[in-house]
């Protein structure tokens, strides 16, 4: 039997406008277990690689699978349905299968769509194998968890518990030269050492599919991973993609001291909770070759900041951009506009507080509730979605109204805010210096983003 995954055409995302355009390690991480027990497979990242319409149908045609599994966040649910509709088309013979995000939480508006035969619901690399056996062997899918088909839905499958036995992603079936960071030239990739985050913020869809328990690879296994990246696929920079890659610090520093003692010659970024930074940290990482932390700022006001359930306070915040800006360290802050409760006079202030953090970059998306998320049920219950159109959830369209801005208002404000980070002279003259001219086609792309 073979499958074929399909990461649909992407017209926009909140990171690929930046020059961040990552591999999507999910369905490696999928194939790869595929490929272990024995089944062939191949990844068609459509994304990465700019693929048009006509293309991705000569290559399921040239594919020929008995599966086309195509993975679906909430933002692309709109691509991954067109790509579900082609495949059937093209390939009228396979099973048309979805996974991901949000047909794991809204398997039963998916599986309306006749081209849609099954959904994964969950983490897939043990459910995909099931499901392909049991179709090799003609078995009941009613025994295969984490599935949806009809209106049949199966059990929850468990997730998965040990995180060391999964393999390697199959990044040979990606097209790795696609990979960008922040439109630097260097071969680079994504890794996770961990599923899972139990501060449990209110807008997370990782966290509402991963569970509150944190799962993690050991320090052992990570490094092996980064070995064999670096010396046998010529990786030069990983970005970990955990929900919070410095949640417990002596595990980060164990991780630094064997990259260390086997001289990995690799730049690295990661996620990180402010109240997880320090100065020890933060200069053990840079020594290990981390270049960039990606933090959730989200407000400048307290009270907001309590309802995301965050954890946090203005003070940390400010803190350990501090403490990054003096060990020299590149950042990225994270904001989100329009939260309910959002006022002109908080949004604002949000703003200049960002610009007070002196962040190499910031990202400044507007509120969106993804499915799954206890976000995404308080505004449903609340009314406050005003745009159905889930190829809007992009993070930078707007969604929802306060009860001081509407929809024309918060996007005049987003403008406003990257307007107002990017364009001042001083960020780009520091800027410069420490990124070079590649900041200019960075800066330039996110003007086209939001005009």
């Known amino acids: 039997m073979k499958v074929t995954f399909v990461n649909p055409p992407q017209t926009s995302s909140k990171y690929k406008f930046m020059g961040v355009v990552a591999p999507p390690l999910g369905m490696a991480y999928m194939a790869a277990v595929l490929e272990e027990n024995g089944v062939d497979v191949n990844i068609i990242d459509a994304s990465a690689l700019d693929m048009s319409w006509d293309t991705l149908k000569k290559e399921l045609k040239l594919s020929n699978p008995d599966i086309i599994a195509i993975t679906a966040l909430t933002p692309t649910i709109t691509q991954a349905l067109k790509s579900a509709k082609l495949g059937r088309r093209t390939c009228p013979q396979a099973l048309i299968v979805m996974g991901g995000y949000h047909p794991s939480f809204n398997y039963q508006e998916i599986l309306q769509k006749d081209y849609v035969d099954v959904v994964i619901r969950g983490e897939g690399e043990y459910t995909m194998l099931e499901l392909v056996k049991t179709l090799e062997s003609g078995g009941d899918l009613s025994q295969v968890k984490g599935i949806a088909w009809g209106d049949t839905v199966t059990p929850s499958r468990p997730l998965v518990s040990d995180l060391d036995e999964l393999p390697l992603p199959a990044r040979h079936l990606l097209p790795l030269e696609n990979y960008t960071f922040l439109n630097l030239k260097s071969s680079m990739t994504t890794m996770i050492t961990s599923r899972g985050c139990p501060m449990q913020c209110s807008f997370c869809a990782s966290a509402a599919l991963h569970g509150s328990k944190l799962r993690l690879r050991s320090p052992e296994n990570i490094v092996d991973e980064m070995e064999y990246l670096v010396n046998e696929l010529g990786i030069e920079t990983i970005a970990f993609m955990d929900d919070t890659f410095t949640l417990i610090p002596h595990r980060v520093k164990e991780i630094c001291q064997l990259i260390k003692e086997r001289n990995l010659d690799v730049f690295w970024g990661c996620t990180a909770r402010v109240d997880t930074l320090n100065e020890e940290i933060i200069r053990t990482m ?26 946090t306070t203005i003070n940390r915040i400010r803190k350990a951009f501090e403490i990054s800006r003096k060990e020299k360290m590149r950042t990225i802050a994270s904001v989100v506009l329009g939260m309910p409760g959002d006022t002109y006079s908080s949004i604002k202030n949000t703003i200049n507080f960002v610009q007070e953090l002196k962040p190499s970059y910031a990202i400044f998306s507007l509120a969106t509730p993804y499915p799954g998320t206890r976000f995404y049920h308080q505004a449903f219950e609340e009314n406050l979605i005003k745009v159905k159109d889930w190829s809007k959830f992009t993070l930078l369209s707007p969604i929802m109204e306060t009860v001081e801005c509407s929809l024309d208002d918060l996007k005049k404000m987003q403008k406003k805010a990257f307007f107002s980070f990017y364009l001042r002279p001083s960020y780009i003259i520091h800027q410069v210096r420490m990124d070079g001219p590649v900041l200019l086609k960075t800066i330039a792309a996110v003007i086209r983003q939001v005009i």
Not at 294 to 308: I, K, N, P, T, Y
Request: charged fraction near 25%; hydrophobic fraction near 40%.
């Open 286 to 311: 840079r020594q290990a070759g981390c270049i960039t932390i990606f933090m959730g700022v989200e407000s400048a006001d307290q009270q907001l900041l309590d309802g995301m359930n965050k954890k």
